[in-house]
């Protein structure tokens, strides 16, 4: 079958599943393969349980076609399984298919750092005029974003996608998938190195996003324009919306400044000289109180507010936006329990974000500080030399205690410094001492699991 003959299939069954737990009646479902599952070889479950038909791309045992329903030329004369060459095709396919049935603005959102926390803060000032889809969480790769796209409907107004990216190739294909009208790419740096191969190499992934927009052409970027590397990789076909947090860029350029941070982040930005013309306004600044720790998140904040103002949010609903929003998934938090102060940062760490969370935490004015770092994972050959960087910026950071977690550390890790194998270890440690009174920066990978510890300080 074509994608058209089977997205014209997923119009009389609009609810494609790809879990055989979940199977509504009447559903699709779509056969995926993952590292230690195949989709194909619960097919026929899938059918038994409720779903009207089966797409896989492997031979899959006979089954029933569903009661009432006959099965048309295009389909495996067993009846119910369709089969296709390669399933996860299909699924982005047919997502990309259903995506263009809404002739509504795309924003494809990329980075290395800060692009979940950006999609976040994005969406929250577009709600304040526009009915908005936006991608949940961190599902941001080859199924993440089909599965968002497939939740648009006619009552949209806008969409916000979050893509994620740990091999050259991974952004050109979901904005294949998404088919932006605009972009943002938050930053580049070094993460996922062993997938990449090289800092060369993430730099020209995450500007496939760029690519992608050039292409398409009357598209337009939301430009960080005080990231070289990012205004290096533009391209010319493009209309640009940039921001700036050099308050002396003023030329064409939202921009912005840290007031304070203490430890929340405080700023105040103003328009671009050349919108104000346009309206006839005078300059005006606009201060900001934020829930985010972090002086770095400043340039999330900035991004926010050049999308809102692209598509007609008022300063003061933008204002609203930024201050109420909250951050959730261990991101910039601050947690204050009964025995300590912690910012969690637990979600994920490579070498730009953790110096970024390192160089603010060093500036924030509380006592006494402490750390619980875990490793930064999926450096490949670059990973020792990264955390040998890593351990000479703590030792500059002005801290009360050092924890620090992951075998990277075994060899760097200084006798003032406590070493640990694994959280458990560190599980075991906060039992035994119970630290008090102290302000905390708990950050490493996922894969560290340091998110397990905030329950317990």
Not at 85 to 98: G, M, S, V
Not at 298 to 322: E, K
Request: glycine share 6%; proline share 5%; charged share 25%.
């Amino acid at each position: 079958m074509t994608i058209k003959e089977l997205y014209k299939l997923y119009q009389e069954h609009p609810c494609i599943t790809t879990d055989s737990r979940d199977c509504p009646k009447g559903s699709i479902f779509l056969a995926l393969k993952g590292e230690k599952f195949d989709g194909n070889l619960f097919a026929s479950t899938a059918l038994e349980k409720g779903c009207s038909y089966a797409i896989v791309d492997e031979s899959v045992a006979p089954s029933q076609p569903p009661r009432g329903e006959e099965s048309s030329p295009s389909e495996d004369k067993r009846g119910g399984i369709i089969q296709v060459d390669d399933c996860l095709q299909t699924f982005k396919d047919l997502a990309r298919e259903h995506r263009r049935q809404f002739q509504i603005p795309v924003i494809g959102i990329t980075g290395t750092n800060g692009k979940t926390t950006t999609k976040e803060l994005v969406a929250s000032v577009l709600q304040q005029k526009y009915n908005v889809l936006y991608t949940q969480g961190n599902f941001n790769n080859d199924v993440g974003v089909p599965k968002t796209l497939f939740r648009l409907t006619a009552e949209h107004d806008i969409a916000v996608i979050e893509m994620g990216a740990s091999h050259p190739g991974d952004i050109r294909t979901l904005a294949e998938t998404a088919e932006p009208t605009c972009g943002l790419i938050t930053n580049v740096g070094r993460a996922h190195l062993e997938g990449f191969g090289s800092f060369k190499n993430v730099v020209k992934t995450k500007g496939e996003l760029y690519d992608f927009l050039g292409r398409r052409g009357e598209s337009l970027v939301f430009l960080n324009a005080d990231n070289e590397r990012l205004v290096d990789i533009l391209p010319d076909n493009v209309w640009v919306a940039p921001y700036s947090t050099n308050i002396e860029n003023v030329e064409g350029c939202t921009v912005g400044e840290v007031i304070s941070c203490a430890p929340f982040l405080k700023f105040r930005w103003r328009e671009s000289d050349s919108n104000l013309e346009d309206r006839n306004e005078q300059p005006q600044w606009y201060e900001v109180q934020t829930q985010l720790i972090g002086a770095y998140n400043i340039d999330n904040m900035m991004a926010a507010i050049a999308v809102g103002l692209n598509f007609g949010v008022s300063p003061a609903d933008i204002n609203r936006a930024l201050e109420a929003y909250k951050p959730s998934n261990n991101r910039s938090q601050l947690t204050v329990t009964a025995h300590n102060h912690l910012v969690v940062d637990a979600y994920n760490a490579n070498p730009s974000s953790m110096r970024a969370a390192l160089e603010n935490f060093k500036v924030m004015d509380v006592s006494p500080k402490m750390v619980i770092l875990g490793e930064m994972r999926e450096l490949g050959n670059s990973s020792h030399k990264e955390h040998q960087k890593l351990v000479a910026q703590i030792a500059e950071s002005n801290l009360d205690e050092v924890w620090l977690v992951g075998d990277e550390y075994l060899e760097l890790c200084p006798s003032t410094y406590r070493h640990f194998h694994d959280v458990e270890e560190v599980k075991a440690a906060i039992q035994e001492c119970q630290p008090q009174g102290y302000y905390i920066l708990i950050k490493g990978s996922n894969s560290t699991r340091l998110y397990q510890l905030p329950e317990l300080l």
